[in-house]
């Protein structure tokens, strides 16, 4: 009785911060879920209060949030207290997770098992990310499905083979120690949209080799998939996202591991190198301040270029990847920039002022590719006749 007693104390302890943060968690609304999800890490009292909160939020959204907690937590009162709002959402007809595990080790890779799940990589320079969907096989481990997707060019690749999970977590810890990249953990109904949509997008540009598709797609799904928002929508506040410096501080996220050596290789940005190499040998610039204004006009018109049309929705696809990606990988703040950039290029345009991510990225790419060229001149040039 007295431990009871002690666990509910924590809780009213926990509503109490949760309130004095500015929460108003008395309203059980699904625009909560983020911002309570932001407060897991703002001691164990304040945990508790938020697992609570979310069995009482009637939507798939806070289960889906609840199995995150689940799996990411080392407490065993947070742990049950997870259970207790998974039945009490149970109850308002939602469906939850049976046969959860009690306990799970904090470091353990693929902790939770439902008959499906998926994970996916950070997006690589090109534009790449790598994308696995597993279905649990009674007695024979599992079936894997593994594919290679591009922003631009579909789905490059896919094959499928039976394994067991420990060669699954096998599997990601090589791809972590070699290429530093996690995969994280993300709905498998948003894995399987983004696959049949590259899946459409290769089919379209008449590319052959995925004979197989449909066949080993077959083991999750059949059909068309529903069109769903982005997972990234479940757990951040788009509003919140772009408030403050965001366009200022977005820059910071080339300095990471993940984005260090994004390059924007598409033609459409090629095609503006005639202009810069113009800008820096013309004779018609008099001077140092007009020769950098002129450079720095054309970087803005690529960077409008890079938001516009069938660009910017797929750069927002990527910038919203990197979002979750971030958000999985516990770099929040990192998350709202990447989500606050994605949003800003679903406009179709990248604004009045600067983003500072979208100049780094388009600087970065000229330099690569003018850097290419001198290369490739010097290289001409300087061949050496032998008799």
Not at 130 to 154: C, S, Y
Request: proline share 4%; with cysteine.
């Amino acid at each position: 009785m007295a431990k009871k007693k002690s666990h509910e104390e924590a809780i009213r302890r926990g509503v109490e911060q949760l309130r004095q943060s500015g929460l108003s968690i008395d309203d059980a609304s699904p625009e909560l879920i983020p911002q309570l999800r932001e407060q897991m890490a703002n001691g164990k009292d304040t945990a508790l209060a938020v697992v609570f909160a979310l069995g009482k939020i009637s939507d798939a959204a806070a289960v889906e949030t609840l199995k995150l907690i689940e799996r990411e937590s080392t407490d065993k009162e947070v742990k049950r207290e997870v259970k207790r709002s998974f039945f009490k959402l149970a109850q308002r007809g939602l469906a939850v997770p049976r046969d959860q595990p009690v306990e799970a080790k904090a470091t353990a890779f693929f902790a939770s098992t439902p008959d499906i799940e998926a994970y996916m990589s950070s997006v690589d320079g090109g534009g790449g990310r790598l994308v696995w969907i597993t279905k649990v096989q009674p007695n024979h481990g599992l079936q894997f499905i593994q594919a290679m997707l591009h922003d631009r060019e579909g789905l490059l690749r896919i094959g499928g083979s039976q394994l067991r999970r420990k060669e699954l977590r096998k599997m990601a810890d090589d791809i972590k120690q070699q290429y530093e990249v996690r995969m994280i953990s993300v709905p498998w109904e948003y894995a399987d949209q983004i696959l049949y949509e590259g899946y459409e997008r290769t089919k379209a540009r008449g590319q052959s080799g995925l004979e197989n598709f449909h066949e080993l797609r077959a083991i999750i799904n059949t059909g068309k998939p529903k069109e769903q928002p982005h997972p990234i929508y479940r757990r951040l506040n788009p509003a919140e996202a772009r408030e403050g410096a965001w366009r200022e501080q977005s820059r910071r996220l080339l300095d990471e591991p993940e984005l260090r050596y994004w390059i924007l290789t598409d033609e459409w940005l090629q095609a503006f190198l005639p202009e810069i190499e113009e800008a820096q040998a013309s004779r018609l610039v008099l001077n140092p301040v007009q020769k950098e204004e002129r450079l720095a006009a054309i970087v803005r018109e690529a960077v409008k270029a890079l938001c516009a049309g069938e660009n910017a929705r797929l750069f927002q696809r990527r910038m919203e990847d990197m979002a979750l990606y971030f958000s999985e990988t516990n770099r929040a703040d990192l998350a709202k920039l990447s989500l606050a950039v994605a949003l800003q290029a679903g406009e179709g345009d990248p604004g009045p002022l600067d983003v500072s991510l979208l100049t780094g990225l388009v600087q970065k790419s000229f330099a690569f590719f003018l850097s290419e060229q001198r290369a490739k001149k010097e290289e001409e040039t300087s061949l050496i006749v032998r008799p």
